[in-house]
């Protein structure tokens, strides 16, 4: 079965610290896609990134990067410099390749920006 | 172009009626996913929609249904509602391919009494 952890429930950091979110996530399956999505008290998930599992390769956009490395089964989200706006629910998940679109959703991790 | 949009926002139920959300995906997307985020468990996924037919399905009772119609708009169905159907119910919505990106909308929040 497929399952995502993110131990850190809640991380509150001061504007302008450099943040990561951890994420652990356990499949069976060779090929499978990994995501991160943003949720602003709106409710909303705001899509970030997707990752499939053949391409190792960090990313980096603008103030965000991840790091995907499949030896540890992890693919962490780091903040650089963060700012008030950041501050949201943030979700790591997992699906197979399927082409069908169903989430394994994280329990989410809160960040709190303070100014 | 006009995001997902689902329909009512906030419904407060009783116990043991039903109860009917909605959802409007972005134009041309023909898959509809269906989740549920309680402070409990989570988010969890109810089931997925792609051309009027379910193509997925979670681990939830029979209780919650759902449909999909001709024009992608799906709808989903709860019956005999318990006060553990509290809870943001949101929708997602996708061109439907090999993975595209899924694009949700703000939720119906249920308050079940």
């Known amino acids: 079965a497929q399952k995502v952890t993110q131990a850190q429930t809640e991380i509150s950091v001061v504007e302008k610290e450099d943040v990561t979110l951890d994420c652990v996530y356990e499949?069976?399956?060779?090929?499978?896609?990994l995501f991160w999505y943003k949720q602003p008290p709106s409710g909303e998930l705001v899509f970030l990134i997707r990752r499939n599992s053949f391409d190792e390769q960090n990313e980096i956009s603008g103030r965000y990067s991840w790091n995907f490395q499949k030896s540890t089964s992890s693919f962490n989200f780091t903040i650089t410099a963060s700012q008030v706006v950041d501050s949201a629910v943030y979700f790591c998940?997992?699906?197979?390749?399927?082409?069908?679109?169903?989430?394994?959703f994280g329990q989410g991790t809160r960040l709190t920006i303070n100014p | 172009k006009a995001g997902v949009t689902q329909t009512p926002r906030y419904l407060i139920k009783t116990r043991g009626q039903q109860v009917t959300l909605s959802c409007s995906p972005i134009s041309g997307h023909r898959s509809v996913s269906w989740y549920q985020q309680t402070p409990g468990q989570g988010l969890q996924f109810l089931f997925e929609?792609?051309?009027?037919?379910?193509?997925n399905k979670g681990n939830f009772p029979g209780r919650f249904s759902g449909r999909q119609f001709s024009n992608s708009r799906s709808e989903m169905n709860v019956s005999t509602l318990e006060l553990g159907d509290s809870a943001l119910y949101l929708c997602?919505?996708?061109?439907?391919?090999?993975?595209?990106?899924?694009?949700f909308g703000q939720g119906t929040r249920l308050t079940v009494v």
């Open positions: 998940a997992l699906s197979d390749w399927g082409g069908a679109q169903k989430l394994v």
């Open positions: 997602a919505s996708s061109l439907g391919g090999e993975w595209t990106e899924a694009f």
């Open positions: 499949t069976r399956d060779t090929t499978y896609y």
């Open positions: 929609y792609f051309s009027e037919t379910q193509r």
